[in-house]
């Protein structure tokens, strides 16, 4: 860890805000060296909210160690010395760790006054326990400590340590490791030290979202099983009422699916990430077998790769779930749609019918206008060469036969003169 604090800058430069935290960063969780006989143990806790609710944990914890040298603002990694033991608290973006390390023979199995109460809200998921031995080998006394159809035991580093471990939960809830660490300086012990607390800690991280998985099977199978009955329902039924139904239970569907998405994503993306950086640990061991025994890579490979594969099955089924759930809505309200559009269609070849007899009708209200007004003006005409037809040249039938024409075409420019106006306005 580094001092964070700000420097002076020349020239009126500004400090980056995340300058300091990349420094910190690059510098987090140094590796101390162990001597040889020595036990460590780590305890894990896993937050409720992904680490939104360890900031309080996070300063009492620097308060009780004291502002160490080298501790930060930034830093996530506390390391201190409390009651004759090397205390180390690490933050990490979702759980936190505890490790101390004591003498061989040192029995206190929860040791007070490291801050170990302090983390009662969280949830307990991993404690480990690492015995380096000052020995060349792992003594059979000391193997025959582990579950004999469980024991993994290699040679490591090229033959410079030995290890061994059943990854059982003893009596005391701690899963052992022993590591043989003769042939090794202690920065080199620390090393191992340091891979082994990991391995154990990501191992158990991320098989936390192998139970997830699980218990989303049933879920995930009856979210199927309603898309495929309301698919059934479609096919079977056309009107526009159930089409309506049907994409409300599609919309209903989506929305169970997709919270179920949000609620388990992080969970999946983040037992995904753990199990790189497990296997990412294993492999940097550079294992020998001894004997017939399986190594620590082989072993978890066998366990966790399956379980990592379950869960990218299940997140895998959720998206395409939520998938074709969307794709339906889309063919569903395509449908509809086209549903609508060809009811228009009817509507508006009704209403152009209806307009067609409507105008045939108006026609012909038209013409007979015109030959009813024309009789009545031709009546009038009648009446008025009553009075007159002494003066006329010619008798009044053969007049009005005369007339009749002319009125009948000035009544019909005068009714077509009407409807222009009548069209204009």
């Known amino acids: 860890m580094i001092d964070a604090r700000p420097l002076p800058l020349p020239f009126g430069w500004t400090e980056h805000p995340y300058r300091p935290f990349i420094h910190a960063e690059t510098h987090a969780r140094p590796v101390p060296p162990v001597g040889a006989p020595a036990t460590i143990r780590r305890v894990a806790f896993m937050s409720a909210d992904r680490g939104k609710d360890l900031a309080e944990l996070h300063r009492r914890m620097w308060n009780l160690a004291g502002m ?3 501790a930060s603002a930034w830093s996530r990694q506390l390391s201190f010395e409390a009651y004759d033991l090397n205390v ?10 505890l490790t101390w390390k004591s003498p061989q023979e040192e029995r206190r199995i929860w040791p007070e006054g490291i801050g170990l109460e302090w983390h009662a809200g969280l949830g307990f998921v991993a404690a480990v326990e690492i015995d380096v031995l000052a020995a060349e080998t792992i003594a059979e006394a000391d193997l025959a400590r582990f579950a004999p159809f469980s024991l993994c035991r290699s040679s490591i580093y090229g033959g410079r340590a030995e290890i061994a471990t059943d990854f059982l939960p003893n009596s005391e809830q701690f899963v052992r490791f022993s590591v043989a660490a003769g042939r090794c300086g202690a920065q080199r012990s620390g090393v191992i030290v340091r891979r082994l607390l990991e391995i154990e800690t990501y191992r158990c991280i991320a098989l936390l979202g192998l139970p997830v998985a699980r218990q989303l099977g049933a879920k995930v199978q009856t979210y199927e099983a309603g898309l495929s009955r309301i698919m059934r329902e479609i096919g079977e039924q056309s009107s526009a009422e159930a089409h309506r139904h049907a994409l409300t239970d599609l919309h209903a569907l989506s929305v169970e699916a997709s919270s ?5 994503g992080f969970r999946f993306a983040a037992t995904q990430a753990y199990g790189e ?25 066998n366990r966790i790769q399956p379980a990592l594969a379950t869960c990218r099955a299940m997140e895998k089924r959720l998206a395409e779930l939520t998938a074709k759930v969307q794709r339906s809505i889309e063919l569903l309200d395509a449908t ?38 024309s009789y009545y003006l031709l009546g009038i005409l009648g009446y008025v060469l009553e009075g007159v037809h002494d003066s ?31 069209r204009v306005s």
Do not use: C
């Not at 180390?88 to 760790?97: D, G, R, S």
């Open 68 to 70: 160490a040298e080298g």
């Open 88 to 97: 180390t608290w690490e933050m990490h973006n979702e759980f936190v760790t």
């Open 260 to 264: 179920t998405v949000e609620d388990t």
């Open 277 to 301: 950086i497990l296997a990412n640990r294993l492999m940097r061991l550079g294992e020998t077998p001894i004997d017939e025994t399986t190594t620590l890579a082989r072993y978890l490979d």
């Open 336 to 373: 509809i749609t086209v549903s609508i559009q060809t009811q228009n269609q009817a509507v508006l070849d009704t209403i152009l019918r209806t307009a067609q007899s409507q105008y045939r009708l108006q026609e012909t209200v038209e013409g007979l206008s015109i030959i009813a007004i």
């Open 392 to 422: 006329l040249p010619v008798g009044k039938p053969l007049l009005l036969a005369i007339l009749a024409p002319a009125v009948i075409v000035m009544v019909f420019l005068l009714i077509r003169r009407l409807r222009r106006a009548k």
